[in-house]
C-alpha cells in the first residue's frame, strides 16, 4: 500500500511538467495569492528601514505565514488572505530580533485584499512612507522586502522589478478592483509586503498575488482529487502539531498545488495606492 501511494505522489509529480508546461502558454487571469533579490544601490537604501519595519507573519491556526510592515499609526499592514480565518490571538507578529508581538485586533477588506493588525503593544521601528497618490508611472522601477516560503531569514528579502501596468480582477464577493502590475518575483510568503516606488523611497502598493494561471479543465481536475475521499486514508501531523486525516488524492493535489505555488512567471499584482488610503481613512488609521 505504501509503495502505491509513493507512486501516485510521483505520477503526480510527473503531470506537473505537463501543466507548467499548459501553463506557460496559456493566458489566463488565475493568480496565486503570494525571490530572486536584484542588488542595486537604489534599491538597498531602504535596508534599514525594512529590515526593522517589514515582519514574518505567523498565522499557527491556519498552518500560514506571511509578509507585513509598519505603517505610521502603529498599526501592521498586511494582504487579508494572509489573515483570513484567523482571530487576533492565531496571528504573532515576529520581529527581527526574535522577539513576539500578538495582535489585539484584525481590520480588514478581503474585497480589496488589505488588512490591518492592530499589536497589543507598540512597535518601536520607523515606518515606511506610504504615498498619497499614484503618482508613479508604468516603467517605474519598484521594490518589495518580505519573507517568501523557504526563506528562513531573520531579515527580508529584497526583489526588484518594474511597474509593468494595471489590470482589473473580480474579488471573492464579485467586485471589481484594480491592481498593479509587476514583474518582480513574488512567491507565497511575500503576500502582505510592501511595494515600494525606488525613486522615491514611499509603498505605492501592498503585494497582493502573483500569476500562475491554469486552464479550467486543470482546475477542475484538482478540485475532484482534493473533494475525493474515497480512496484510502491515512493520517498526516501539522506544523503546528495538530493531525489531519487524508486520502492519497489529497496528497496529491495538495502536492500540485504546492508545486504550482512555486512556479514563477516573474508576474505579480499589488493592491492600488489609492484602495490603501481609502481602507485607512475608513479605519480611522489616516486623516
Not at 493566458?27 to 542595486?40: D, E, R
Not at 491556526?61 to 480565518?85: D, P, Q, W, Y
Not at 521601528?125 to 516603467?139: D, I, M, N, Q
Amino acid at each position: 500500500m505504501k509503495s502505491k501511494r509513493i507512486a501516485v505522489i510521483v505520477i503526480g509529480v510527473a503531470l506537473l511538467v505537463g501543466i507548467v508546461t499548459v501553463c506557460m502558454s496559456e493566458v489566463g487571469g488565475s493568480q496565486i495569492q503570494v525571490s530572486a533579490p536584484l542588488a542595486t544601490d537604489s534599491a538597498g537604501r531602504m535596508r534599514a528601514i525594512a529590515t526593522e519595519s517589514v515582519f514574518r507573519l505567523i498565522i499557527s491556526k491556519e498552518n500560514r505565514m506571511g509578509t507585513g510592515f509598519l505603517h505610521v499609526s502603529g498599526n501592521v499592514l498586511t494582504a487579508a488572505h494572509v489573515i483570513e480565518g484567523a482571530d487576533p490571538n492565531d496571528v504573532v507578529i515576529l520581529m527581527a530580533d526574535g522577539k513576539r508581538i500578538s495582535v489585539e485586533k484584525i481590520v480588514a477588506d478581503f474585497d480589496v485584499d488589505i488588512a490591518m493588525l492592530i499589536p497589543k503593544r507598540n512597535i518601536k521601528a520607523k515606518a515606511l512612507p506610504l504615498a498619497t497618490a499614484e503618482r508613479c508611472s508604468v516603467g517605474a522601477q519598484v521594490s518589495t522586502w518580505g519573507f517568501p516560503a523557504g526563506y528562513h531569514g531573520v531579515h527580508p528579502m529584497l526583489s526588484v522589478g518594474y511597474l509593468s501596468g494595471k489590470d482589473v480582477i473580480r474579488s471573492p464577493s464579485g467586485k471589481t478592483v484594480g491592481r498593479f502590475v509587476v514583474n518582480a518575483a513574488f512567491n507565497a510568503g511575500n503576500s502582505g509586503g510592501p511595494l515600494i516606488d525606488i525613486e522615491s523611497g514611499a509603498v505605492i502598493g501592498l503585494v497582493a498575488s502573483k500569476l500562475a494561471p491554469l486552464p479550467s479543465y486543470i482546475k477542475s481536475a484538482l478540485k475532484a482529487l482534493k473533494d475525493d475521499t474515497s480512496i484510502s486514508a491515512f493520517w498526516v501531523t501539522k506544523s503546528d502539531g495538530t493531525k489531519e486525516r487524508i486520502s492519497n488524492s489529497q496528497v496529491l493535489e495538495q502536492v500540485l498545488q504546492y508545486l504550482r505555488s512555486q512556479v514563477q512567471l516573474v508576474i505579480g499584482q499589488a493592491v492600488l495606492t489609492g484602495d490603501i488610503n481609502t481602507f485607512l481613512k475608513k479605519h480611522k488609521a489616516i486623516k
